[in-house]
């Protein structure tokens, strides 16, 4: 019979069953996936800047003038959205790694 109350309490590693320390550390395809999302954000957010209008020309007002920002606003928010996508990638398959780390037989000492 166990006397000390935290070793019940899930969560607490006791004497018997501690995980070692590369469990605790992220997949190297998480890290793939939050470099590639963090590159597609810089480089979308590049392309914004570099097709966004300088200058209008001369008579280019109202609906003609708002066409002249929807290719930098595409690539604006295109590179938000994959980022998004890609971030929430690597978090699902952050959060499986953490229901297979808690689900794991842990090893003895």
């Not at 006397?3 to 069953?17: F, K, L, W």
């Not at 999302?37 to 007002?61: D, E, K, S």
Request: hydrophobic residues 50%; aromatic residues 12%.
């Amino acid at each position: 019979m166990q006397t000390n109350s935290e070793d019940r309490v899930a969560g607490y590693p006791t004497t018997a069953t501690t995980k070692t320390q590369h469990d605790a550390d992220n997949h190297w395809l998480e890290n793939l996936i939050k470099a590639l999302a963090a590159l597609f954000l810089l480089a979308c957010l590049v392309m914004t800047i570099a097709v966004w209008p300088r200058h209008m020309p001369y008579g280019m007002g109202g609906q003609y003038g708002v066409m002249m920002y929807l290719p930098s606003l595409m690539f604006a928010v295109g590179g938000l959205v994959q980022w998004a996508f890609l971030m929430a990638i690597a978090y699902v398959l952050q959060y499986l790694r953490n229901i297979e780390r808690n689900t794991a037989q842990a090893k003895a000492i």
